[in-house]
């Protein structure tokens, strides 16, 4: 009946307040990040109902989190170094969720809203900014592996953003038959676009010579992207 129901700690005082979003659902139960690296989730089948100790800790690395999202039956908890993957393992008790240890990437999210994603695949600006080389790069995640797909002029460009990375917008969508990933860079005022149809590289303006690409998020409709 399209009612919309608020969930907060009124509801249940183990409710883990502050989330980080993209919140997930999996297997009956409703995952939820804190900027704290713990990954919470609801009792069985409820988004109600929540207990204390139902929850884990991103920490293979003692990573800062910066969001979730499920790819498949895999949830990816992005750090800000490092990115983990998890499974349903059914656990008792405690979180359902158990760590794919040999899965853990030494490559962090360089900027939150440059993740982004359509159907299972998964793309996003990377860094290791407390260990790895100061260097960025866009990465892809499908079918549970992940992959380095920008160039050597890209990476220059994301290099050069330096803390304006922290402002850089990504979307994805399928534009003209094509699936996209269009990356927008508020320092070098440019719009980067990735067609994963073909791995390639491009450019959009607002015009020729003009300023970046002002989308900064998208959806679609009946064939149509809004």
């Known amino acids: 009946s399209d009612v919309i129901t ?4 009124v509801d ?13 659902y999996l297997d009956g139960y409703l995952l939820q990040a804190r900027s704290n690296g713990q990954v919470w989730n609801s009792d069985l089948n ?9 929850n884990l800790a991103a ?3 003692g990573d800062a989190l910066e969001a979730i999202h499920l790819q498949k039956d895999q949830l990816f ?3 800000k170094n490092s990115v983990e993957s998890y499974f349903n393992n059914g656990n008792p008790s405690g979180s359902p969720l158990l760590r794919i240890d040999q899965n853990v990437i030494d490559t962090g999210l360089a900027a939150k809203e440059t993740l982004a994603w359509s159907g299972s695949v998964i793309m996003f600006v990377g860094e290791n900014a407390s260990r790895g080389d100061g260097e960025r790069s866009v990465w892809k995640i499908q079918a549970g592996s992940m992959k380095e797909v920008s160039n050597a002029s890209i990476n220059r460009f994301l290099k050069a953003e330096g803390t ?5 917008t990504a ?36 015009a ?3 300023a970046k690409f002002n989308g900064i998020a998208a959806t679609s409709l009946d064939g149509t992207v809004y």
């Open 6 to 9: 608020q969930i907060d700690e």
């Open 12 to 24: 249940d005082a183990d409710y883990p307040t502050s989330n980080l979003g993209c919140i997930a």
């Open 46 to 54: 409820s988004f109600v109902a929540w207990t204390s100790t139902s």
């Open 59 to 61: 920490s293979f690395y």
């Open 77 to 79: 908890a992005f750090g």
């Open 164 to 168: 304006n990375i922290s402002t850089a």
């Open 171 to 206: 979307w994805m969508e399928r534009v003209a038959g094509q699936l996209v990933y269009v990356l927008n860079l508020d320092g070098a005022e440019r719009s980067f676009v990735y067609n994963l149809d073909n791995n390639t590289w491009t450019e959009w303006e607002v």
């Open 208 to 210: 020729a010579g003009g």
